[in-house]
């Protein structure tokens, strides 16, 4: 515990932080990569129950993958194991296989919202959502070389700040 | 040019919201005014009557039934899954620009609530043939399902003398005379409740035909579809082209459907286009292609392949009992399977009664297969796939092969030949033995009516642990994500969930209709 209660601090306003933030993920499957990012958050406290919220992110995986042509995948889940809006992201060289038909994620949105969300969750979600179509975007998330940078652009870009 | 968009998801919380953004993107690129309604988890701004009244066109990029969608009633409509507006926004305008350049709206968005299809707008050819198919297939299955069971239970408690006492004939040396469809008051009286159920079965599958013939049709057409499709599925079981005969009009209904509907027409006599017009020339021309041009040789190409089927039976038993088995999984029930299953009833009725138990024998080998492998290796499988697995094994020993599709048409590669090689095995078994069935229908239900009906289960048995073991292994080789990588892409394609039941889904469901995905 040296440094980390600061690390892992999560004001309530704020949907993602340095620790919720892996650039070099090394991960064999999509599991292992929603299972690393929910770990982390949970951590951070904003997931009370990983096993759910797990399981919550895999029902609706199943129901169609959520990976999106041009190497996204956003796996999420509204979840009542989740307490806050949170993003959690991975970036992978290599890539993993998240079910677009035309090849693996490069970079991994973990979005948990919590399961009866607020309209203000919910908007942040959405507008969050709205940024990662968005080529601009994605180039800076990939040219990001530290979790700070990637902190900074997410909230300058979905938050406004 | 003006577009109104609805964009929706399962969970509400991302692709809506992508889906919009990329539409905007796109849209204010191409020079287009658009007004995108997000119906996600953060609420939505509902479109206004005026704005919706001022679009050229409208655009549904929905995986879950769009809220409200009788406010875009007479509207030209583009409706695709969600994914589809956030990887190719672009594409997804130019052809609500084109739909909205057609004189006439041929599927108006929000008419009224209309079957589901199994088609996917964006696939290949290859991919929609299938999906015709599929689609055809599946809205005949419940059709199988009823009308079989009632048969099975007909005979059960009428023995196995039943059929020939409602239709007339000799079996085992008594000569019925039978119930004439003038007098069906007497049914009753003369045949007994079995026969009654008998002839409300024999009734269900005279519509096996002429329901794949007009959802196929439907699958490519629409509602326009429906009529050249029954009627052409009708003529081809009159003229005895059979289930392949019915595949050949539904595509025929399908396409000149299809082809009619994109006609340019004035606006004067766009009106009645759909109601008079189309249904008139397109059941015109299916039903005489089918009466004088391709039925016939169909028709005759049926007969020459029971001929065929016939004289193997004399020479080699047990080669005849595997191509049986080899036809009945090789599509589950479609055309090929039924063209095997006629020929088991026809040997049946000219006093054979080995084919038939082969046939039921190996069409009872697909669904059990399937649902004792979700059984041994769940993990190999999708949760809609178990499900269709625990309704697999009724299916499966009530002779209903269809409660295999679901998975055949997942992953075809994998399934369908592992299917084959058990039904192959368990049909030569059949015959060899000399196991003997006098039910056309009724899976193991019926197996007080099967000779030797202890050598019969082992057939199904042996088949079964063969088709198991096959698609297992299959299924086990680089599919170790199936869970994922085996749902359909798109919500506006797939297939029945639970085997007899075709789960709506896709482009034009029904309200109230569960949506998947």
Redesign the interface.
């Known amino acids: 515990m040296t440094n980390g209660l600061a690390a892992h601090d999560l004001s309530p306003n704020d949907l993602i932080n340095a620790e919720l933030v892996d650039l070099d993920v090394a991960a064999a499957?999509?599991y292992e990569v929603t299972r690393g990012l929910a770990a982390r958050m949970e951590k951070t406290g904003r997931v009370t129950d990983l096993e759910t919220f797990l399981g919550d992110v895999?029902a609706?995986?199943?129901?169609?993958?959520?990976g999106?042509?041009?190497g996204i995948g956003?796996p999420?889940?509204?979840s009542t194991a989740v307490t806050a809006a949170t993003l959690g992201f991975a970036r992978s060289a290599d890539g993993v296989?998240w079910?677009a038909?035309d090849g693996p994620a490069h970079l991994i949105f973990l979005?948990a919202?919590p399961a009866g969300?607020s309209?203000e969750h919910?908007?942040i979600?959405?507008?969050l959502?709205?940024?990662?179509?968005?080529p601009a975007f994605k180039q800076a998330l990939h040219d990001a070389t530290s979790p700070d940078d990637v902190v900074a652009l997410i909230n300058k870009e979905v938050l406004g700040r | 040019m003006k577009i109104v968009a609805v964009t929706s998801c399962p969970t509400g919380i991302a692709h809506t919201y992508m889906a919009a953004e990329s539409l905007e993107v796109a849209a204010e690129e191409a020079g287009h005014e658009i007004l995108v309604e997000t119906q996600g988890a953060a609420g939505s701004d509902p479109l206004s009557a005026e704005q919706i009244g001022a679009a050229d066109a409208v655009i549904f990029a929905a995986d879950v039934e769009v809220r409200d969608r009788e406010r875009f009633a007479g509207k030209p409509l583009i409706q695709v899954g969600v994914k589809k507006a956030i990887n190719d926004a672009p594409a997804l305008l130019a052809e609500a620009e084109r739909a909205a350049k057609e004189p006439v709206p041929a599927s108006a968005a929000g008419a009224p609530p209309a079957p589901a299809t199994k088609v996917d707008a964006n696939a290949g050819f290859g991919t929609h043939l299938r999906q015709w198919l599929m689609t055809g297939v599946s809205y005949m299955i419940p059709f199988v399902a009823a009308g079989g069971i009632l048969i099975a239970i007909a005979f059960l408690i009428g023995g196995a003398k039943i059929a020939s006492k409602v239709n007339g004939g000799t079996f085992e040396g008594v000569t019925y005379a039978g119930v004439s469809t003038d007098h069906l008051d007497k049914l009753l009286s003369q045949t007994g409740f079995a026969g009654v159920l008998f002839f409300i079965g024999s009734t269900a599958f005279k519509m096996l035909v002429p329901i794949l013939a007009g959802f196929i049709a439907y699958a490519m057409a629409d509602r326009l579809g429906l009529v050249p499709g029954i009627v052409g599925g009708l003529l081809a079981s009159a003229i005895g082209a059979g289930f392949l005969g019915g595949l050949v009009a539904g595509l025929l209904a399908g396409f000149l459907a299809l082809q009619m509907k994109k006609l340019r027409v004035p606006r004067g006599v766009a009106g009645v286009m759909p109601v008079v017009v189309i249904p008139l020339v397109t059941t015109a021309v299916v039903g005489t292609l089918m009466l004088v041009v391709i039925g016939q040789p169909i028709a005759a190409a049926t007969t020459h392949l029971t001929n065929w089927l016939n004289g193997l039976g004399g020479s080699n038993a047990v080669l005849l009992g595997a191509i049986l088995g080899l036809m009945m999984a090789f599509d589950l029930g479609g055309p090929i399977n039924k063209v095997a299953y006629t020929f088991g009833v026809a040997s049946l009725s000219a006093g054979n009664l080995t084919i038939m138990a082969a046939v039921m024998a190996a069409g009872m080998v697909p669904p059990l297969a399937m649902a004792l492998s979700t059984v041994l290796r769940p993990k190999l499988y999708t949760k809609s796939e178990r499900q269709a697995g625990e309704a697999a094994w009724l299916l499966g020993a009530s002779f209903i092969t269809e409660g295999a599709i679901p998975f055949a048409a997942a992953d075809p590669i994998r399934v369908i030949p592992s299917l084959m090689a058990g039904s192959a095995v368990t049909g030569a078994m059949s015959l060899g033995f000399g196991a003997t069935s006098r039910a056309p229908h009724g899976g193991i239900w019926v197996v007080g009516l099967i000779g030797k009906p202890l050598l019969y289960v082992l057939a199904i048995v042996v088949g079964v642990l063969i088709s198991t073991l096959c698609v297992t292994f299959a299924k086990s080789l680089g599919e170790s994500d199936a869970d994922f990588d085996t749902e359909p892409e798109s919500a506006a394609s797939t297939y029945p969930s639970a085997g007899s039941v075709p789960s709506p889904a896709g482009s034009r469901t029904p309200a109230g209709a569960t949506v998947r995905s």
């Open positions: 499957d999509r895999r609706r995986e199943e129901q169609m993958p959520t999106l042509e041009g956003i999420h889940a509204r296989d079910g038909p979005i919202a969300g309209s919910m908007t979600l959405a507008a959502a709205r940024r990662l179509v968005r």
